[in-house]
């Protein structure tokens, strides 16, 4: 006589998260139109806290962007969507620090067991993931992950390695900067523009900032789609 019931309750549980995506919490689309802008703030910052991990965050987000009259949520929310979609571009690809380099032969090492090649930084991107961590034109990376190179050919040993690599993965770069003691320096990698570097031509900030943009107006028409 209750078999029907037991039957037909798990249904009804799964429906709420068949229905839509969950809606975005109300203080923090009325805080993104407060009048105090410390209030604002926090709601920007919860509201991609929010959106983080949620699958159709981009979607409702997008609604609240385009839905309301008021310019201040239009702003706000449309910067979290960008956020969002950099996130999203960081997701996949080739791993990148945004680096010019060279390789050269270490001074003093022993011969036949140590380390004997470095990496020379000859120049940084501006804003790249190199620079973030805080790496400094003219430091010489002497390992990765703890990895040393002894024969020719560490710049491209050093290249593969960090390719290969996923964006936003950490790698670890034991760098000597004249002090006694080389300094570990852990950098969180970026997203390589273009596959070969060698073909750009044009500045790699340029490249970096235009494949965001491009990667931007794709994610934005599927969430356009999704919002339909």
Same mark, same amino acid.
Do not use: C
């Given at each position: 006589?209750?078999?029907?019931?037991?039957?037909?309750?798990?249904?009804?549980?799964?429906?709420?998260?068949?229905?839509?995506?969950?809606?975005?919490?109300?203080?923090?689309?009325?805080?993104?139109?407060?009048?105090?802008?410390?209030?604002?703030?926090?709601?920007?910052?919860?509201?991609?806290?929010?959106?983080?991990?949620?699958?159709?965050?981009?979607?409702?987000?997008?609604?609240?962007?385009?839905?309301?009259?008021?310019?201040?949520?239009?702003?706000?929310?449309?910067?979290?969507?960008?956020?969002?979609?950099?996130?999203?571009?960081?997701?996949?690809?080739? /791993?990148?620090? /945004?680096?010019?380099?060279?390789?050269?032969?270490?001074?003093?090492?022993?011969? /036949?067991?140590?380390?004997?090649?470095?990496?020379?930084?000859?120049?940084?991107?501006?804003?790249?993931?190199?620079?973030?961590?805080?790496?400094?034109?003219?430091?010489?990376?002497?390992?990765?992950?703890?990895?040393?190179?002894?024969?020719?050919?560490?710049?491209?040993?050093?290249?593969?390695?960090?390719?290969?690599?996923?964006?936003?993965?950490?790698?670890?770069?034991?760098?000597?900067?004249?002090?006694?003691?080389?300094?570990?320096?852990?950098?969180?990698? /970026?997203?390589?523009?273009?596959?070969?570097?060698?073909?750009?031509?044009?500045?790699?900030?340029?490249?970096?900032?235009?494949?965001?943009?491009?990667?931007?107006?794709?994610?934005?028409?599927?969430?356009?789609?999704?919002?339909?």
């Amino acid at each position: 006589m209750n078999t029907k019931v037991w039957r037909l309750a798990p249904l009804l549980l799964v429906v709420p998260s068949l229905v839509g995506a969950e809606p975005i919490p109300g203080e923090l689309v009325e805080g993104l139109a407060s009048e105090e802008f410390a209030r604002r703030e926090a709601s920007q910052s919860g509201l991609l806290e929010w959106a983080s991990g949620r699958e159709q965050a981009g979607v409702e987000i997008l609604k609240l962007s385009r839905g309301s009259d008021d310019p201040e949520v239009q702003k706000r929310s449309s910067e979290i969507l960008r956020k969002l979609s950099d996130k999203d571009y960081l997701s996949e690809g080739m /791993g990148y620090l /945004g680096i010019t380099m060279q390789e050269e032969k270490l001074q003093g090492e022993a011969k /036949g067991g140590g380390r004997q090649f470095g990496i020379r930084i000859l120049g940084l991107m501006r804003g790249s993931p190199a620079e973030k961590a805080g790496i400094k034109q003219g430091d010489l990376i002497i390992a990765l992950n703890g990895k040393t190179w002894n024969e020719i050919g560490a710049v491209t040993v050093f290249g593969d390695v960090i390719s290969r690599t996923k964006p936003l993965v950490e790698v670890i770069l034991t760098v000597r900067r004249g002090e006694p003691d080389p300094v570990e320096i852990p950098v969180k990698l /970026g997203k390589r523009p273009i596959n070969d570097l060698r073909e750009a031509r044009e500045s790699l900030q340029l490249l970096d900032e235009q494949a965001k943009e491009r990667h931007f107006r794709d994610w934005l028409k599927i969430q356009e789609q999704a919002a339909k």
